[in-house]
């Protein structure tokens, strides 16, 4: 059974840190890519990074993560990262990984539930 399921939410303050985890199962990290996503309210899903599962390259979906975020994973521990510095309110939204099918322009095949990110003084 595919699962990937987010943790390291919370609240933070603007400047501040956060690195966001996502346990994946059922399937491995060799063989497909994970994006990160994310979801304001009232706003659509937008990309924001992407890892690829041979050799671990970046994609960014969005110009907005370069120099803030960076996506990396522990295959032994299948687990994939998102680390975010320098956060700003924009930032504020729940955050998804998901598993990626067909390299990282490919489409989503399992989302993983979200971790809400709060950015506020």
């Known amino acids: 059974q595919v699962q990937l399921v987010e943790s390291g939410g919370g609240l933070v303050q603007p400047g501040g840190s956060l690195r966001l985890s996502c346990a994946i199962s059922g399937f491995s990290l060799d063989y497909y890519d994970i994006g990160w996503f994310r979801q304001a309210p009232g706003k659509k899903h937008e990309g924001i990074l992407c890892?690829?599962?041979?050799?671990?390259?970046?994609?960014y979906y969005s110009d907005s993560a370069k120099g803030r975020f960076t996506i990396s994973r522990d295959i032994a521990k299948k687990t994939v990262y998102l680390q975010m510095n320098s956060l700003e309110p924009g930032d504020t939204a729940a955050y998804y990984c998901?598993?990626?099918?067909?390299?990282?322009?490919?489409?989503?095949?399992?989302w993983g539930q979200g971790t809400q990110v709060t950015v506020s003084s």
């Open positions: 890892i690829n599962s041979r050799g671990g390259s970046t994609f």
């Open positions: 998901a598993r990626v099918n067909g390299g990282c322009r490919g489409g989503v095949d399992y």
